[in-house]
């Protein structure tokens, strides 16, 4: 393994007093990790560096054509003070998962997982001490050769940079309002819907904006080829509570394998609940609404955890879900997965990893 070169900043930052006025991905601490590749060298270079500017050249293959991935997880501070991360060593497989996609050299997980964790032990104290504050966690990879022909890049930049961030709802746990897009779509089987990559998220964002402008917080995504199999929210994974059975939907190519998602069906099973991952279509949640069955729909992802869905519009038709108030499945899901998360609850999947 090349060897972890370490550059203290001269001048850090101070910490944010107040910890509710965090908001998400506004503030980042004083240091940033980074590693370069370039092909027939592999990657070199590891380093932690103060965090700031980079240099690219403008014709940086990633600003032209998109070649990038990322990876989104927490570090959270437990009752004794001590700090701990949630499932990290799946983000870092993820992350190869989605490097495969995009033609992007693979990294060694492992080293990259250690490099995180000597990076927080840094860090350490801009992880914040408020309940459901934490310190965001974002891991990302792109092309910067200065090219502007269209190829897989031969040099990449693998960097990870921290967010101290409050609750990611600023409504907190209240139900939020989604709209099922029916016009556009974000993803198709064959795509890249089961990368974590920038590219889906451009496609999503005029949803997202139409979806605001009539109040609406996120958006459903249908799949790309019928427009009537539920697909996912676009940063979480959805969740539906039909009678008593918990479906979500499968994974297929074009949607998300989250780590939440994950979580939350072994934690649905654990408990003794009926879990199915098929395919749902918009029509059948329409009917459930309709004869009384549905009763919960949620979803997840390592930004909020668990986000109550308290409206679902879809074209004309707006469902109220149980009466717009978080439902006992999201409730205790929630509750359990923080729980975990944050060490107030007993670790009996081997989830966590402590941090020094
Ligand atoms: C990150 C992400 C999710 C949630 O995944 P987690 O691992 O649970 O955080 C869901 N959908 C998309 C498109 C995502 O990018």
């Not at 014709?59 to 003070?81: C, D, N, W």
């Not at 940079?161 to 016009?183: D, F, Q, W």
Request: hydrophobic letters at 35%; aromatic letters at 10%.
């Amino acid at each position: 393994m090349p060897e972890l070169k370490i550059e203290l900043t001269k001048n850090p930052k101070p910490k944010p007093t107040d910890e509710t006025k965090l908001g998400f991905g506004h503030v980042f601490t004083d240091h940033m990790f980074v590693m370069d590749y370039e092909t027939g060298k592999g990657w070199y270079n590891p380093r932690i560096v103060p965090h700031g500017p980079i240099q690219l050249d403008p014709a940086a293959m990633v600003l032209h054509y998109g070649q990038e991935i990322f990876e989104g997880l927490k570090a959270y501070r437990t009752p004794s003070g001590k700090i701990q991360l949630f499932r990290p060593w799946d983000n870092f497989k993820r992350m190869n998962i989605s490097n495969e996609r995009l033609v992007i050299p693979p990294i060694d997980e492992e080293f990259a997982l250690q490099c995180l964790v000597k990076l927080i032990e840094i860090e350490k104290d801009w992880v914040p001490h408020t309940d459901g504050a934490s310190l965001y966690i974002r891991p990302f990879i792109f092309a910067c050769d200065p090219y502007l022909g269209v190829r897989p890049g031969d040099k990449y930049m693998f960097m990870i940079i921290l967010s101290p961030s409050g609750a990611y709802y600023s409504t907190g746990l209240n139900p939020v309002g989604i709209r099922v897009e029916s016009k556009y779509v974000r993803a198709v089987k064959g795509g890249m819907g089961f990368a974590k990559t920038g590219g889906n998220y451009a496609s999503s964002l005029i949803g997202q904006h139409e979806a605001h402008k009539e109040n609406y917080a996120q958006v459903l995504w249908l799949d790309g080829v019928e427009k009537k199999y539920i697909e996912e929210v676009g940063s979480m994974n959805i969740f539906f509570v039909i009678g008593d059975e918990v479906v979500t939907p499968e994974l297929q190519g074009s949607i998300l394998d989250g780590i939440t998602r994950r979580s939350a069906i072994q934690l649905c099973r654990s408990w003794g609940l009926k879990v199915s991952e098929r395919r749902i279509s918009i029509d059948e949640i329409a009917d459930a609404y309709k004869n009384g069955s549905l009763k919960e729909v949620f979803g997840t992802g390592t930004a909020a955890v668990i986000s109550p869905v308290g409206h679902l519009k879809w074209d004309d038709m707006v469902m109220e879900i149980n009466n717009n108030k978080i439902g006992e499945i999201s409730q205790r899901l929630y509750d359990t997965l923080t729980g975990i998360q944050y060490g107030k609850l007993p670790d009996e999947f081997g989830w966590t990893m402590e941090v020094k």
